[in-house]
């Protein structure tokens, strides 16, 4: 346990269970010491008041007591405050042997969850012969940083890209294929232009009466599986499938071809979908189409809202797909826990399946879903983000820009930096200044795209956070020594700056744990900005170059662990760090 303040609640549990007696603990009723951070110290024991009511004592006098058992006469300087708090201030000593297990585990603290789980995380899903855009990068980015940081406590993630690969557009598209001729059509398509693409084929489908009489006829055709229409289909999704991995590839993240589950998975499962509602008593007629209606969900005119199931023409609905989506992923891969990482303005749709899926059973308290919403990117005019011509903006293009921009800056920053390295540095900086000013705001707000900002070098962004990593990798290559060197050096915290610095570190795993507790990757964000800024106070303050030993060892060793962490967190964000910049 690398958390100073879990070791202390440790510490502290029988001695809050011995105040209260050995009955009232046998009753299951122990007492939570309640460690909390403080400002004042390094944390602060809150738990003497409510146990001193319940005892029908001084709580100051409890307090005293709890100081008196000296079971952490060891570790802290202590003082009790105000109605009965406990101010802790931890012994540099103890600081310093917290941190050596930490330097020891190549997981640096983060620790296997107790419980692993079966998780399953629905993210990005563009759809198909449709340009990916912002949105796409929110989905995308907020999806790659939690399933990464799930794997690292040891959970065992699915990842699933939901594409829109099914539905009546198709129509359309095929028979604008077929117009184009396929290998036209291809070489269009391969070149990742897919906006036009789509939209040309809507031109020719609002303005003449036979290609939309064409465009149902292939409809139906795809959905009664005709193996010709499917064929076609299939060249529509490879193609779209491989320009997603395009831009996968450039923006660093996990999803491959194995990943993708499209909506198109789920049509030959929705017949059971509905067979399992009707035959739950669920299923009731609205309007001509079937419908569930979730208890809870009203209009504004106050009337119960349904969830559509089955239209009167036979056809299924998103929520349908959605709800054979659910079967699918706790019956045959048994998931303990679904994320849906999809933008807020979904959030009712996903509130009235879930309902639906407990109503139906398929939900319960073994398996839980959770919709993750996020808010939009504004461009500088604080309007949603477009380009000149009022489209929304390719996603492609902001990767492109911010890597150029990037590659602009190293120029000027660091001439010496070979041709060969520069571009995989500018890759590095620029798309993790992409994705960390995506990352690293509260995700259900709204937020502003703006390249000089998310560029800086200065500030909470990833390229300041980028260059503190680099900056410590070139003390040591200025020294001259080897990093794995230090690693089993004893440190010494005697400055303040470097107790500070090492409390941070050894914060790390908590700041994970926080991340996840409410899936918010801005969390640790926070975190490794705080570790970055403790760290230049150090690096101000506490010479490394010239100073004797054993401070000198020991201060590199310090520096080595930061840029460890400073790695791990950037890394669980799926940031790179380079060594140079
Ligand atoms: N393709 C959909 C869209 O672009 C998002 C799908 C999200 N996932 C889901 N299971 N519904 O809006």
């Known amino acids: ?101 930490v330097a020891a585990d190549d997981d640096l603290g983060i620790g296997v969850d107790p419980d692993p789980l079966q998780v399953v995380v629905d993210y ?93 006829q292939r409809v139906v055709q795809l959905q009664g599986g005709d193996p010709e229409t499917l064929r076609l289909w299939e060249i529509l999704v490879d193609l779209s499938a491989a320009y997603f991995n395009t831009v996968y590839q450039k923006m660093g993240v996990l999803l491959t071809d194995d990943d993708l589950v499209g909506e198109s998975f789920y049509q030959p499962l929705m017949p059971g979908v509905v067979e399992r509602l009707s035959a739950a008593d669920l299923m009731v007629e609205s309007d001509g189409a079937d419908v569930v209606f979730p208890p809870g969900f009203v209009n504004r005119e106050g009337d119960p809202l349904p969830l559509i199931i089955q239209k009167g023409t036979g056809g299924f609905n998103y929520a349908t797909s959605d709800l054979a989506c659910i079967i699918d992923r706790t019956e045959r891969i048994g998931a303990d826990l679904i994320l849906y990482v999809v933008d807020a303005g979904q959030s009712q749709h996903f509130q009235m399946v879930f309902a639906v899926a407990h109503m139906a059973g398929w939900l319960h308290d073994d398996v839980e879903a959770v919709h993750i919403p996020f808010g939009i990117v504004l461009g500088t005019d604080r309007k949603r983000l477009k380009s000149r011509s009022g489209e929304p903006v390719r996603l492609v293009a902001l990767l492109d820009e911010a890597v150029a921009r ?45 390249f000089d900002r998310m560029l800086a070098f200065e500030g909470n962004t990833g390229p300041y956070l980028q260059y503190a990593h680099a900056r410590i990798c070139s003390i040591f290559r200025r020294e001259g020594v080897d990093r794995a060197s230090v690693r089993s050096v004893a440190i010494d915290l005697a400055e303040p700056q470097e107790r500070a610095l090492a409390r941070h570190i ?33 690096y101000e303050h506490c010479r490394i170059k010239g100073s004797i030993e054993p401070t000198y060892s020991s201060r590199l060793a310090l520096a080595d662990l930061t840029a460890r962490v400073l790695e791990r967190s950037l890394g669980l964000l799926g940031i790179d760090a380079p060594e140079q910049m």
């Not at 006098?61 to 100081?67: C, G, S, Y």
């Not at 930096?417 to 707000?445: C, H, P, W």
């Open 1 to 101: 346990m690398s958390d100073p303040a879990a070791t202390l609640t440790q510490l502290l549990r029988p001695v809050f269970d011995d105040l209260v007696g050995s009955e009232a603990v046998a009753e299951g009723e122990s007492p939570d010491p309640t460690v909390r951070p403080s400002d004042r110290a390094d944390v602060q024991i809150n738990g003497a008041l409510p146990l001193a009511k319940k005892l029908g004592v001084n709580p100051r006098e409890l307090a005293q007591r709890i100081v008196d058992s000296g079971a952490l006469a060891e570790i802290a300087d202590l003082e009790i405050a105000g109605p009965g708090f406990i101010n802790v201030t931890f012994s540099a000593s103890f600081l310093a042997d917290q941190l050596a297990p």
């Open 406 to 450: 990037a590659d602009a800056a190293i120029a000027e920053k660091n001439p010496d930096l070979d041709e060969a390295n520069r571009a995989a540095v500018a890759r590095s900086i620029g798309i993790g200044a992409v994705k960390y000013s995506d990352l690293s705001t509260d995700r259900i707000k709204d937020y502003v795209f703006d």
């Open 124 to 216: 990005s899903a563009p759809n198909v012969a449709k340009e990916m855009h912002v949105g796409h990068l929110r989905s995308t980015a907020i999806g790659d940083a939690l399933v990464r940081t799930l794997e690292a406590r040891g959970h065992t993630v699915k990842r699933e890209n939901h594409v829109g690969d099914w539905g009546t557009p198709f129509g359309m598209l095929i028979e604008h294929l077929l117009d184009m001729g396929e290998t036209e059509a291809a070489a269009a398509l391969s070149l990742g232009d897919l906006n036009s693409f789509y939209k040309e084929a809507r031109v020719k489908f609002d303005g003449s009466e036979e290609f939309q009489e064409r465009s149902r």
């Open 506 to 538: 050894l914060a790390f795993p908590s700041a994970v744990d926080a991340m996840l507790e409410t899936y918010s990757p801005h969390k640790l964000c926070t975190y490794v900005y705080e570790l970055a800024t403790a760290f230049s106070a150090f």
